[in-house]
Nanobody, 129 residues
């Protein structure tokens, strides 16, 4: 069974840090682009905001403008896991964070959620002020 499982979310004070994990089963993450998106309350699935992505085999990383150097995406392909390290968190970072994999390359920009066809269930991140 192919699936992604996110973990590591929680409640943190502003200025704190969290590390999210995206563990895959049934496919090798090293072969695909893996992205992180977030969905705030009141937003629809198609409005998920691009956070970061790492291309296959960890060759390149891209970040959303709002991350401002606070977030780092990385892959440990021996563990078949992609991480999102989030530092200096702000209340506006509060959202459900999803990881996603582009299992089929269709030429859609990796900053778009439409590029990804396999999604995890999400993990809640809440940042208190």
């Amino acid at each position: 069974q192919v699936q992604l499982v996110e973990s590591g979310g929680g409640l943190v004070e502003a200025g704190g840090s969290l590390r999210l994990s995206c563990a895959a089963s049934g496919l090798a993450l090293s072969r695909y682009a893996t992205g992180w998106f977030r969905q705030a309350v009141g937003k629809e699935r198609w409005e998920r905001e691009f956070v970061a992505t790492i291309t296959w085999n960890g060759q390149k990383m891209y970040y959303g403008d709002f991350t401002e150097g606070r977030f780092t995406i990385s892959g440990d392909y021996a563990k078949n896991t992609v991480y999102l390290q989030m530092n200096d968190l702000k209340p506006e970072d509060t959202a459900v964070y999803y990881c996603a994999v582009e299992t089929t390359v269709r030429g859609v920009e990796l900053r778009s959620p439409y590029a990804y066809d396999l999604w995890g269930q999400g993990t809640q991140v809440t940042v208190s002020s």
